[in-house]
């Protein structure tokens, strides 16, 4: 038997099944002790108590992880990948930011600062347990493959949207478009990793036919269209004057509500909204953090969850942490909603593990693939060490996972069955290397990038306050 404490990672990267026995296996059902889990080729043969799965397979050696839990890796179900460059200038930013900064910043980039911004934020996913992630669509000028290809290299499980914007279009053009569309789903239709999407920033960025057609393309092929819904009053305000219609309401009218839709942010929702929601099983991305930093509200996701309504937790690119993710959903929760009401719980912890992990898995279109630790899945999991003074003294696991968990426990992730990251960095590429280069593609991108900026940095929003203080 191996103990974690001998462990190299090259035991966990051996040719043949692995029997993986942790303290906690994180199932479906809940945390289960003295659980086993194999993992043979990229998915579960099994999972169960270990002294059984020992009995039952009595060749295989068992890989003991003393302090551990073997569970689920998270899903962000909305992510801009190739904005990582301008990441932290959406600091003290007002909302729709998009105008002013990202539509510029992808404006600017070429082949090499696609792929390497993709692949930083990939890398940062993977590093803060994100195995799936929900890219959104860019607005770069370039072939999609070079994000598909930087997720692929990463080893990270990535939804790929296509933008399909063509609001502007005359009808020869919207057909070029929708074929597009029909290429993309057939492109990485068999891609082990890459599971293609559609994508329309907002609603009023396509014509009711692509809306209506991108929807039927997308749930004949099984994939999701994601579009920016209802995520701000000027967005909601444009689409009243422009349709007499909220901008669900107006995807429900042209035939694009349905459970191929995955809704991004969704945080000004009216009841009859939501009751669209709930009777078309379309799906939400509830990004709390987005809401946050430059939101003008929180998705009501208690509520939604109480109606069944199908939602995941998504990053909007903001960080790549999902356990301060999962954090965020309940917090935001509480502030928005429960102090108000006297709701102490704001989903008992469980819901936004639940919703950061498997629920993820579902809104993405990949809910019979991965968010589970069980037999036949995808082995998309982590190892989180548990046995530091946060989380020793555990009574309640799930909600010290949401409350108390970080990133720097995660000592191992595995994608499709395999060893990604390994305390943090990939084993079998250059993670630094990618990190320098980088930091010396982005300054060349912002310098050439038409960006405005509403906010002054941090340090300049103090010198102008020192400066008032003086004066006065």
Not at 199 to 212: K, N
Not at 406 to 422: E, K, S, Y
């Amino acid at each position: 038997m191996t103990d974690l404490h001998d462990l190299t990672p090259d035991r966990l990267r051996a040719d043949g099944a692995l029997l993986l026995e942790p303290d906690v296996v994180l199932t479906p059902d809940g945390p289960m002790d003295h659980y086993a889990a194999i993992v043979t080729g990229d998915t579960f043969l099994a999972v169960g108590p270990a002294e059984r799965l020992e009995r039952t397979y009595p060749h295989l050696t068992p890989v003991r992880l003393r302090g551990h839990i073997l569970m689920p890796g998270f899903v962000d179900s909305h992510h801009h990948l190739t904005q990582t460059f301008g990441a932290a200038l959406a600091f003290g930013e007002p909302s729709e930011i998009f105008r002013r900064l990202w539509v510029p910043l992808e404006g600017a980039l070429d082949e090499e600062a696609v792929y390497v911004a993709a692949k930083l934020a990939a890398l940062e996913s993977l590093r803060g347990g994100f195995t799936t992630v929900a890219e959104a669509g860019t607005r770069a000028p370039v072939d999609v493959e070079l994000v598909a290809a930087a997720t692929r290299d990463v080893g990270i499980r990535c939804v790929l949207g296509l933008v399909c914007n063509d609001a502007t279009a005359n009808d020869a053009d919207t057909s070029t478009t929708l074929a597009n569309a029909e290429k993309h789903l057939v492109r990485y239709c068999t891609e082990e990793l890459i599971h293609p999407s559609l994508a329309v920033s907002v609603p009023e960025a396509a014509t009711a036919r692509t809306l209506h057609d991108t929807a039927r393309l997308a749930a004949a092929a099984g994939a999701v269209v994601q579009i920016h819904v209802n995520e701000h009053l000027a967005a909601v305000e444009r689409s009243l004057v422009q349709h007499g219609l909220r901008p669900l309401e107006y995807l429900h009218e042209v035939g694009a509500l349905g459970p191929q839709l995955l809704a991004a942010h969704a945080t000004l929702l009216t009841p009859r909204e939501l009751t669209l929601l709930a009777d078309t099983g379309a799906a939400v991305s509830y990004n709390p953090v987005a809401s946050a930093w430059k939101g003008n509200a929180v998705a009501p996701a208690t509520t939604m969850a109480e109606r069944g309504i199908r939602f995941g937790l998504g990053t909007d690119g903001t960080r790549g942490d999902a356990f301060r993710l999962a954090e965020a959903a309940e917090f935001a929760q509480r502030l928005a909603y429960g102090l108000a009401t006297g709701d102490s719980s704001c989903g008992a912890g469980w819901t936004w593990l639940e919703h950061a992990g498997r629920g993820g898995a579902d809104a993405v279109g990949l809910g019979a693939r991965t968010g589970r630790i069980a037999e036949g899945a995808a082995a998309d999991f982590l190892l989180v060490d548990v046995s530091g003074p946060e989380m020793s003294l555990s009574w309640d696991l799930p909600w010290e996972l949401v409350r108390r968990g970080n990133r720097d426990q995660i000592t191992a992730v595995f994608v499709a069955g395999r060893l990604r990251l390994w305390r943090g960095w990939p084993l079998d590429w250059d993670g630094p290397a990618l990190v320098r280069r980088a930091a010396e593609l982005s300054r060349d991108v912002l310098l050439r990038a038409p960006v405005t900026r509403v906010h002054p940095t941090s340090t300049g929003a103090r010198h102008a306050h020192a400066e008032r203080s003086t004066a006065q």
